[in-house]
T-cell receptor, first 115, second 110 residues
Framework: DADVTQTPRNRITKTGKRIMLECSQT?????MYWYRQDPGLGLRLIYY???????NKGEISDGYSVSRQAQAKFSLSLESAIPNQTALYFC??????????????FGPGTRLLVL | QKEVEQNSGPLSVPEGAIASLNCTYS??????FFWYRQYSGKSPELIMS????GDKEDGRFTAQLNKASQYVSLLIRDSQPSDSATYLC??????????FGKGTTLSVSS
């Protein structure tokens, strides 16, 4: 079984709809992240969480919210989806400690299309 | 805005050649540096990490770090067609998370 899973893998929605992307991990990591990827723009950080009670905004948090329901679960919500939120979304996890332990492990991604 | 810069490419090399990928970063406080490989439509996978100035070798891959120049590079020796992918440079900024460059697309021709 994959260590980091994302659901759904693909989603088509309409402008104005609320949508939730879910991420679960079995790695036992405390830290979880949400990124979006657009062609030519690389990976951009949306939100990150260093533990269950810690939520931090990333580079592009406007229009998004998150919930850290448990150590293993981190959800990303688009409150009112708009077409420029069409992108590939990745969840990632890491373990705190030495720099060597900061390696991030990525889920398979969720491809979102907002019409 | 703290940044990580990469040439977008594409970088084209023949099979068997050395591919050289470069990255600069703006935050002098950065301590951890990573190279991820990403195939089209897939998630990034870690191929190298480096934390100290100098070279770090792992098989055909060598990462080089120069903190004074705020520069990190990745060399791929004996390039193979299977190395064709986008390579993402990433830097950990103190107290935050990974910041990624936009990636360099490498194409290895047989």
């Amino acid at each position: 079984d994959a260590d980091v899973t994302q659901t759904p893998r693909n989603r088509i929605t309409k402008t104005g709809k609320r949508i939730m992307l879910e991420c679960s991990q079995t790695k036992g990591h405390d830290r979880m992240y949400w990124y979006r990827q657009d062609p030519g723009l690389g990976l951009r950080l949306i939100y990150y969480s260093f533990d269950v009670k810690d939520i931090n905004k990333g580079e592009i948090s406007d229009g998004y919210s998150v919930s850290r329901q448990a150590q293993a679960k981190f959800s990303l919500s688009l409150e009112s989806a708009i077409p420029n939120q069409t992108a590939l979304y990745f969840c990632a996890t890491s373990h705190p400690g030495t720099p060597q332990q900061e390696t991030q492990y990525f889920g398979p991604g969720t491809r979102l299309l907002v019409l | 805005q703290k940044e990580v810069e990469q040439n977008s490419g594409p970088l084209s090399v023949p099979e068997g050649a050395i591919a050289s990928l470069n990255c600069t970063y703006s935050d002098r406080g950065s301590q951890s540096f990573f190279w991820y490989r990403q195939y089209s439509g897939k998630s990034p996978e870690l191929i190298m990490s480096i934390y100290s100035n100098g070279d770090k070798e792992d098989g055909r891959f060598t990462a080089q770090l120069n903190k004074a120049s705020q520069y990190v590079s990745l060399l791929i020796r004996d390039s193979q067609p299977s190395d064709s992918a986008t390579y993402l440079c990433a830097v950990v900024q103190a107290g935050t998370a990974l910041i990624f460059g936009k990636g360099t697309t490498l194409s290895v021709s047989s």
